[in-house]
């Protein structure tokens, strides 16, 4: 967001607040030097997203995921105890790195 702020010379806290939503309405020049800066074409880079194709994905990705654990025949609490684990070992790494 940095790099963005200074190449379409704005500031980090304006663009913080587009991205966040919270200044819902920028104007169109702002909205060009980011594009520009994106290296994005303007109408695409205006055009909504169609997000609802991405969660059907996302959820088929989800069934298709939960139907080859059930495949596995592991139950479902040796996954719980497994995450659980996964967990622990994440946050204790990174307490290790810092």
């Known amino acids: 967001m940095s790099e963005l702020a200074k190449r379409a010379n704005l500031s980090k806290s304006y663009l913080s607040n587009i991205e966040r939503n919270i ?4 104007s169109i020049e702002v909205v060009k030097r980011i ?13 909504p997203l169609n997000t ?3 969660q059907q994905e ?7 995921l939960v139907a080859e654990l059930k495949d596995t ?5 040796e996954y719980k105890t497994l ?5 622990w070992k994440n946050q204790n790494t990174r307490v290790e790195e810092s």
């Open 23 to 26: 200044n819902r309405n920028p």
């Open 52 to 54: 609802s194709g991405f």
């Open 73 to 77: 025949g592991i139950q479902i609490n």
């Open 35 to 47: 594009a520009a800066v994106l290296d994005v074409e303007l109408d695409i880079f205006l055009r």
């Open 83 to 87: 995450i659980e684990f996964i967990k």
């Open 58 to 64: 996302l959820d088929q990705d989800l069934i298709d």
